[in-house]
């Protein structure tokens, strides 16, 4: 899987349209739910060690929801072949998907072991574990991962994801904030950042973030405003 976290998420976002709720309220679209414009079949393209064929199957799995039939056949290829470590990233992602995070977490960790110059796979596990209610494990694994590479834009997005929910604003500013830096034209960045800041009450930043989002992304400017309490503009 090589493919952006934050490219997966600009698909997701597009893909939401739930009324009243940004990207935050549907935060597990980034990777696990990522059928809508051919995403998934990008990503699997981007698997090593799997053949086209067992492309073919899981897209086919996930296309139906069988996300058990994912976890089973991602499973059943772990048995023969265990140090292939994209089959452990699928079978992650096919239990985070059923919402069986400690299974998960379990999977994205051994693809760490088995590749951990692999940031994307750091990057899911930390997602994983904040999804799966444990936010203070998710800041330590993206940390370990700053050390391996601190030049990540996806990294520094799931450290402001994770401040956040740990109700930490100024340090999620700043988060995201680098993540910008490094990967300037990503919405679901300034969208995290435009909270940060309406929970600062640096409402002049918020904004001039408002106002870059709004023209490239209106309905994505109004979900911020909607979710910061704060006037469309």
Known sequence: MRARLAALAAAALLAV????????????????????????TTFLGNLKGVSNENQKTIEALARKGDWPGVAKFAEDNIAKERRIADWWVVAGIAYAQ???FDKANARFAEAVRLEPGEMEYRNLLALS?????????????????????????????LLGETYMALNQPARAAQAYERAMSLLPDAVEIWYGLGLAYAKLGRTEDFRDVQQRLRAVDPRLADQLAAAAGKPAR
């Open 98 to 100: 059923m919402e069986q």
């Open 17 to 40: 349209g739930v009324a009243g709720c940004g990207p935050h309220a549907q935060i597990a679209n980034l990777v696990f739910s990522l059928l809508p414009d051919g995403t998934f």
């Open 129 to 157: 574990q904040r999804l799966g209610g444990e936010p203070e494990r998710a800041l330590r694994t993206l940390n370990e991962a700053l050390r391996v590479n601190n030049e990540d834009p996806d990294t520094f997005f």
